[in-house]
C-alpha cells in the first residue's frame, strides 16, 4: 500500500490553465505538506496544514491555492499556470513531533507539472 | 540567504571511495535529518540526529551531529553504486519543528 499518493505524475499543459494535484496519505498522519522542487533539485516548502488548517503559508503567489477536505488528504489547485511554475510538486506527511524530534517526513513521488 | 549549506553539491567518484557531504549553519537546530532522494521518488529519511555530538551508524553511512547543533556530516565508506542518489539534510528550528532544506548533494558512484 503506498503510503502517500499524489496524482497525476505527470501533468504537462498551457499557460494560463488551471490544474490541480490531489494527495492522499494512509498513514494516520495529522500533519501534510506541499513541496516545490525546482530544476536544481532545491526543495522549498509551500504549505503545511495540521488536522485541515493551515499552519505554514510560506510566500507563495495567491494563485496556488491548497484545500483539504480531511485530514488525510491535500490537494493544490494552481490558476493560471505560469512558465515558472514548471517543478516537481511534492506532498509529504508527518506524525507529531516527539521531545526534540521533529519526526520523519514521508513524501509521495511527485508531479512534475511542465508549463508550455 | 541560505540557511543550511550542503557541500559538495556534485560528488562522482568511483565504487569502492570513501566520501562525507557536509551540512554546515551558523543556526542552531534541534535536530537535523538526512534523505536520500532516488530519480523519480520523493526524498527517504535515512536518520535523525538528535543530540550536540551524536554519531549514528547506519551500514556504511555514518551520520554526525556536531556539538553546537549547527553542523552535521554523512560519511560513506566503500561507496557502492546503489548509494547513487540526492542526499539532503534538513535542520528542524522553531517553535512548530519547521524544517529547515539544504540544496543537496548529487552523488554518483560509478562501478
Known amino acids: 500500500d503506498t503510503a502517500v499518493s499524489q496524482t497525476p505524475k505527470y501533468l504537462v499543459t498551457q499557460m494560463g490553465n488551471d490544474k490541480s494535484i490531489k494527495c492522499e496519505q494512509n498513514?494516520?498522519?495529522?500533519?501534510m505538506y506541499w513541496y516545490k522542487q525546482d530544476s536544481k533539485k532545491f526543495l522549498k516548502i509551500m504549505f503545511s496544514y495540521n488536522n485541515k488548517e493551515l499552519i505554514i503559508n510560506e510566500t507563495v503567489p495567491n494563485r496556488f491555492s491548497p484545500k483539504s477536505p480531511d485530514k488525510a488528504h491535500l490537494n493544490l489547485h494552481i490558476n493560471s499556470l505560469e512558465l515558472g511554475d514548471s517543478a516537481v510538486y511534492f506532498c509529504?506527511?508527518?506524525?507529531?513531533?516527539?521531545?526534540?524530534?521533529?519526526?520523519?517526513?514521508?513524501f509521495g513521488e511527485g508531479s512534475r507539472l511542465t508549463v508550455l | 540567504t541560505q540557511l543550511l549549506k550542503q557541500s559538495p553539491q556534485f560528488l562522482s567518484i568511483q565504487e569502492g571511495e570513501n566520501l562525507t557531504v557536509y551540512c554546515n549553519s551558523s543556526?542552531?537546530?534541534?535536530?537535523l535529518q538526512w534523505y536520500r532522494q532516488e530519480p523519480g521518488e520523493g526524498p527517504v529519511l535515512l536518520v535523525t540526529v538528535v543530540t550536540g555530538g551524536e554519531v549514528k551508524k547506519l551500514k556504511r553511512l555514518t551520520f554526525q551531529f556536531g556539538d553546537a547543533r549547527k553542523d552535521s556530516s554523512l560519511h560513506i565508506t566503500a561507496a557502492q553504486p546503489g548509494d547513487t542518489g540526492l542526499y539532503l539534510c534538513a535542520g528542524a528550528r522553531g517553535s512548530n519543528y519547521q524544517l529547515i532544506w539544504g540544496a543537496g548533494t548529487k552523488l554518483i558512484i560509478k562501478p
Open positions: 509529504a506527511s508527518s506524525a507529531p513531533p516527539t521531545g526534540m524530534d521533529t519526526g520523519e517526513l514521508f
Open positions: 543556526s542552531v537546530f534541534s535536530s
Open positions: 498513514l494516520g498522519h495529522d500533519t
